[in-house]
């Protein structure tokens, strides 16, 4: 089953994602040139719903289609093992406590 993954942030409901309980992968589709922190080389992840998901559904993988527009979108995976052996938490105010994973440690396919 999918379900939405959704935050509220000054009062609005964002989806930032799908999470697909029958195969553990959270997905989510992003802009690169927006939501990539080029000083880190690091993709982001909401720490609060990460941790929810690893709660109650057990996630075991994270998959961001990185949707440019410059044509087909990347596509950029990433395990459950290598965000635990991997992951920088920093929290940018306004935005939540996020877990940053740099580049180097996702698959590009």
């Known amino acids: 089953m999918i379900i939405p993954t959704t935050i509220r942030v000054n009062g609005k409901e ?7 309980t029958d195969t553990g992968r959270w997905i989510i589709k992003r802009n690169k040139e927006r939501h990539f922190h080029i000083k880190m080389n690091a993709w982001g992840l909401d720490y ?3 941790d929810y998901l690893k709660s109650v559904y057990g996630i075991n993988k ?26 920088m938490f920093r929290e940018f105010k306004p935005h939540r406590k996020q877990i940053f994973i740099e580049e180097k440690y996702w698959t590009k396919t």
């Open 14 to 20: 964002l989806n930032i994602g799908d999470f697909d």
């Open 48 to 50: 609060e719903m990460f």
């Open 62 to 87: 994270v998959v961001i289609y990185d949707m440019n527009k410059r044509g087909y979108p990347k596509t950029w995976e990433i395990s459950l093992e290598d965000i635990e052996k991997n992951k």
